[in-house]
């Protein structure tokens, strides 16, 4: 059964940091990327990163602040958020893709459930 199971999320002041976790079972993937979506927006990629040669991506607003990595033994991708702000609240997604390093929703094939994040002001 493929299955990916984030975990982390929670609620937090300005400033602040959490760590979101991503398990994955079941399957074999190239990268798993980090998603988020806040109410009436499109989902937007955040991090990315490769299972084969760690080679990373991450979007724009979140370079110096949030950090992606790999644990192979544990087939588990880490978000570490730092520096977190009232626009970072969203729900975040982790997914997998067969395909190396993208930051595009669409190329990826299975997802999980999200976990919400709410950042205070």
């Known amino acids: 059964e493929v299955r990916l199971v984030e975990s982390g999320g929670g609620s937090v002041q300005a400033g602040g940091s959490l760590r979101l976790s991503c398990e994955a079972s079941?399957?074999?993937?190239?990268?798993i990327g980090w998603f988020r979506q806040a109410p009436g927006e499109q989902r937007e990629g955040v991090s990315c990163?490769?299972?084969?040669?760690?080679?990373?991506q991450h979007a724009d607003f979140v370079k110096g602040r949030f950090t992606i990595s790999l644990d192979k033994a544990k087939n588990t991708v880490y978000l570490q958020m730092n520096s977190l702000k009232p626009e970072d609240t969203a729900v975040y997604y982790c997914?997998?893709?067969?395909?190396?390093?993208?930051?595009?929703?669409?190329?990826?094939?299975?997802w999980g459930q999200g976990t919400q994040v709410t950042i205070s002001s």
């Open positions: 079941g399957f074999t993937f190239d990268a």
């Open positions: 997914a997998a893709t067969t395909r190396a390093t993208t930051m595009k929703p669409a190329d990826f094939g299975s």
């Open positions: 990163i490769s299972g084969r040669d760690g080679k990373i």
